[in-house]
């Protein structure tokens, strides 16, 4: 326990530190080693959480094990990636949820009853990566609209100067998107292989939902491709497309087992 709650300080101060250099106009980034060696121990102490994962059964996936599990994964996929692109100022929007996300897994776990078989195993983490780099995708959204917006009423402070050019954040989110609907797309095909009924009961509305946000993110992805779209249209249809994942995977397990339990 203590070392979790470690791990939300080091989450926490890696923040701190990211935000004082991107809105800092004189201040270089002489702490980058220290943030690096703090969402380094953050992201391994994190990962030791889920040794608690397994049973003989399968794996404890509720609403707890599983918000933890994605995550962990969207810190590490920005950590990796701030490693070789200008993704830095992401983890001012990440790093704190995450630690939030973990906090709540401390203080509400999930029980015993939560198990998903190993059957299924594949496709639920398919799902995850999916939606963490999804997640990533709006989270760049985010900045790319204040990016914009701050450029276009020529309002340039010392965090807009140091984010890279606005093709490149568009680059970047167009990336993130593509990997993540790809993934997305594997994880459908794997639930119609390995789970007997999608549109059973219980998981009919996310089964919609998920593919109702798919074809979200196939027409941004298209029309990126054929008419050029960018800015606006891409941030909107990229947090309405995630808004949908969240309220499928997420919605459906906090009602399940949060208010119905």
Not at 43 to 65: C, D, K, Q, R, Y
Not at 247 to 260: D, P, T
């Amino acid at each position: 326990m203590i070392l979790s709650y470690l791990t939300i300080s080091a989450y926490l101060l890696s923040t701190l530190l990211l935000a004082r250099y991107f809105t800092k106009n004189k201040v270089q980034h002489q702490h980058y080693q220290t943030i690096t060696l703090l969402i380094s121990f953050a992201i391994i102490t994190h990962a030791l959480n889920f040794t608690n994962f397994w049973n003989s059964e399968g794996i404890v996936f509720g609403l707890a094990n599983s918000a933890s599990f994605v995550a962990w994964l969207i810190a590490a996929l920005l950590f990796i990636s701030s490693t070789s692109k200008a993704v830095h100022a992401l983890g001012i929007l990440v790093y704190p949820i995450v630690a939030a996300v973990l906090a709540f897994s401390l203080l509400f776990p999930d029980t015993d009853e939560k198990v998903i078989p190993l059957s299924i195993a594949s496709h639920v983490f398919l799902s995850i990566t999916a939606y963490a780099l999804l997640a990533l995708a709006v989270c760049q959204s985010i900045l790319l609209k204040i990016q914009d917006q701050h450029l276009h009423e020529h309002k340039i402070n010392g965090f807009i100067n140091k984010l890279p050019p606005l093709q490149t954040m568009e680059a970047l989110l167009f990336q993130s998107l593509r990997i993540g609907f790809y993934l997305l797309t594997l994880s459908l095909i794997t639930g119609f292989i390995f789970i007997d009924d999608l549109f059973q009961q219980q998981i009919a509305h996310k089964t919609i939902l998920s593919i109702v946000a798919w074809i979200v993110f196939a027409i941004l992805i298209s029309g990126r491709k054929i008419f050029g779209w960018r800015g606006k249209q891409a941030t909107i249809a990229t947090q309405f497309g995630f808004g949908l994942l969240v309220i499928a995977y997420f919605g459906s397990k906090f009602v399940l087992e949060r208010l119905l339990t």
